[in-house]
């Protein structure tokens, strides 16, 4: 529920007054499969040997939102002072990925400022964010009730009856963030603009960062948060250009970040899990301060300094056809992310191609979409490099108005005509899924 509004003042230094205050309950349940082992029989008193049906797994977000912004603009500038506050609590529960209900807190103060000086107009913002989220790490506490004679019975495989109790550790998190912006750009004739971008920005770890700690089955991993960890803060520079003339238009833009504790999720190499498996066939799993996450990757939120570089480019041109407009754009963009010590960071986009062409007559319009990604051989330790692929995407579209006030809209899109396999770098199952196939439909819209 979103309740949106202004009020217009007659105050000397208040020119308007806008709030939004939203209301949000979301809860999604996956139940599971049960699950039972070939060849695994139910004996006489009903117990079930190796099969089991997982619990459902419940992932809930009930959210509360106010804002209030005030309009302090005088003339040609722009002034803005907003409050934004928000409550949140957030939970997953069950036999996938576990986090026990987390509040959080947020609390911000913001300002904006826009001036044009003649010579460059510069924008600068400010924000203040105070973030307290209050959680708890939930731990599975298993308990053995077996002795040799049902541990011969069953064999080396089944170990018994184990009795899971759930302990949860209170925790809490506070902190305070400070970030600040600044744009400054100038016009360098009709056609052109260039602007120069600086800014320290603040990003507070998220509750799944901090108090996430289990199973998820989805990404086949183990997810381990960390509640001491540290704010990120990047320090970026970006630098962009823009032109718009009769026919051609284009920008291109360049970028830099430095970022102090970088938060990412590192999966556990292939050797460290092997010794994990056979630590486990071993005994050795009940050391202190050992996960058990059987079979699934042990994946925890790490946080290292790192870099990042990276440009967009886009040049296109317009052609007033006899009949219509036929509009072409080539466009790139690449990233490269590496930590202090050299390394790649884990699931960074790979550099990605794309031409478009777009035809435009009165209410007919269509679009062809031709997306070429390159493989990604820069990768992290233990991270699988991903092919390079092309994507041919068109979309088409008639509409008709019937008053001023009434619509009907006719439109058709047909993704991946080509049926390229391909794969989303950035996915933790990229290995295992595929991006969609061929898909072809139509849409039917009606405004009034």
Same mark, same amino acid.
């Given at each position: 529920?979103?309740?949106?509004?202004? /009020?217009?003042?007659?105050?000397? /230094?208040?020119?308007?007054?806008?709030? $939004?205050?939203?209301?949000?309950?979301?809860?999604?349940?996956?139940?599971?499969?049960? @699950?039972?082992?070939?060849?695994?029989?139910?004996?006489?008193?009903?117990?079930?040997?190796?099969?089991?049906?997982?619990?459902?797994?419940?992932?809930?977000?009930?959210?509360?939102?106010?804002?209030?912004?005030?309009?302090?603009?005088? #003339?040609?500038?722009?002034?803005?002072?907003?409050?934004?506050?928000?409550?949140?609590?957030?939970?997953?529960?069950?036999?996938?990925?576990?986090?026990?209900? $987390? %509040?959080?807190?947020?609390?911000?103060?913001?300002?904006?400022?826009?001036?044009?000086?003649?010579?460059?107009?510069?924008?600068?913002?400010?924000?203040?964010?105070?973030?307290?989220?209050?959680?708890?790490?939930?731990?599975?506490?298993?308990?053995?009730?077996?002795?040799?004679?049902?541990?011969?019975?069953?064999?080396?495989?089944?170990? #018994?009856?184990? %009795?899971?109790?759930?302990?949860?550790?209170?925790?809490?998190?506070?902190?305070?963030?400070?970030?600040?912006?600044?744009?400054?750009?100038?016009?360098?004739?009709?056609?052109?603009?260039?602007?120069?971008?600086?800014?320290?920005?603040?990003? $507070?770890?998220?509750?799944?960062?901090?108090?996430?700690?289990?199973?998820?089955?989805?990404?086949?991993?183990?997810?381990?948060g960390d509640v001491t960890l540290d704010t990120e803060r990047s320090d970026s520079i970006d630098l962009t250009?823009?032109? &718009?003339? %009769?026919?051609?238009?284009?920008?291109?833009?360049?970028?830099?970040?430095?970022?102090? +504790?970088?938060?990412?999720?590192?999966?556990?190499?292939?050797? !460290?899990?092997?010794?994990?498996?056979?630590?486990?066939?071993?005994?050795?799993?009940?050391?202190?301060?050992?996960?058990?996450?059987?079979?699934?990757?042990?994946?925890?939120?790490?946080?290292?300094?790192?870099?990042?570089?990276?440009? !967009?480019?886009?040049?296109?041109?317009?052609?007033?056809?006899?009949? #219509?407009?036929?509009?072409?754009?080539?466009?790139? %963009?690449?990233?490269?992310? @590496?930590?202090?010590?050299?390394?790649?960071?884990?699931?960074?986009?790979?550099?990605?191609?794309?031409?478009?062409?777009?035809?435009?007559?009165?209410?007919?319009?269509?679009?062809?979409?031709?997306?070429?990604? !390159?493989?990604?051989? +820069?990768?992290?330790?233990?991270?699988?490099?991903?092919?390079?692929?092309?994507?041919?995407?068109?979309?088409?579209?008639?509409?008709?108005?019937?008053?001023?006030?009434?619509?009907?809209?006719?439109?058709?899109?047909?993704? &991946?005509?080509?049926?390229?396999?391909?794969? +989303?770098?950035?996915?933790?199952?990229?290995?295992?899924?595929?991006?969609?196939?061929?898909?072809?439909? $139509?849409?039917?819209?009606?405004?009034?």
């Amino acid at each position: 529920l979103t309740l949106r509004g202004s /009020f217009n003042t007659s105050l000397p /230094f208040i020119n308007a007054i806008d709030f $939004v205050v939203k209301d949000s309950d979301y809860e999604l349940m996956e139940q599971h499969a049960e @699950e039972e082992h070939e060849g695994e029989d139910h004996d006489e008193e009903g117990h079930e040997g190796h099969g089991h049906a997982e619990g459902p797994t419940v992932f809930s977000n009930e959210s509360t939102e106010v804002q209030v912004a005030l309009d302090l603009s005088a #003339g040609e500038r722009i002034r803005r002072l907003v409050f934004n506050y928000a409550q949140e609590e957030m939970s997953i529960i069950g036999e996938e990925a576990f986090m026990a209900p $987390v %509040d959080s807190t947020e609390t911000t103060l913001g300002f904006f400022t826009s001036d044009d000086f003649g010579f460059a107009t510069l924008d600068f913002g400010a924000r203040f964010d105070r973030v307290e989220r209050d959680g708890s790490i939930a731990e599975r506490h298993h308990e053995d009730e077996h002795d040799d004679e049902h541990e011969d019975e069953h064999g080396d495989e089944h170990e #018994g009856h184990h %009795d899971e109790e759930m302990v949860f550790e209170p925790q809490s998190f506070e902190e305070d963030a400070f970030s600040v912006a600044a744009s400054l750009s100038r016009d360098i004739n009709d056609n052109a603009s260039i602007a120069l971008g600086l800014s320290s920005v603040s990003k $507070v770890p998220s509750s799944q960062e901090l108090f996430m700690n289990g199973e998820h089955l989805a990404t086949s991993r183990y997810e381990l948060g960390d509640v001491t960890l540290d704010t990120e803060r990047s320090d970026s520079i970006d630098l962009t250009f823009k032109f &718009n003339a %009769d026919v051609w238009y284009g920008t291109a833009s360049v970028f830099h970040s430095q970022i102090d +504790n970088y938060i990412y999720l590192r999966d556990e190499l292939e050797e !460290e899990h092997e010794d994990h498996m056979d630590g486990d066939h071993d005994g050795e799993h009940e050391g202190e301060g050992h996960i058990e996450h059987g079979d699934l990757t042990l994946a925890e939120y790490k946080q290292q300094d790192a870099e990042f570089t990276g440009y !967009e480019i886009e040049i296109g041109a317009r052609f007033e056809l006899p009949r #219509g407009q036929l509009q072409l754009s080539l466009a790139r %963009d690449e990233v490269e992310a @590496e930590f202090s010590n050299g390394q790649d960071v884990p699931r960074i986009t790979p550099a990605r191609n794309m031409f478009t062409a777009r035809y435009t007559l009165d209410d007919f319009s269509v679009r062809v979409l031709v997306k070429d990604v !390159e493989q990604q051989k +820069n990768v992290a330790l233990g991270e699988s490099t991903t092919a390079g692929f092309t994507l041919v995407n068109a979309d088409a579209s008639w509409s008709y108005g019937f008053t001023d006030s009434t619509r009907f809209t006719l439109s058709a899109f047909a993704r &991946n005509l080509t049926d390229e396999v391909g794969r +989303n770098h950035a996915s933790f199952v990229k290995d295992q899924v595929p991006l969609p196939g061929r898909n072809i439909g $139509v849409r039917l819209r009606f405004d009034f």
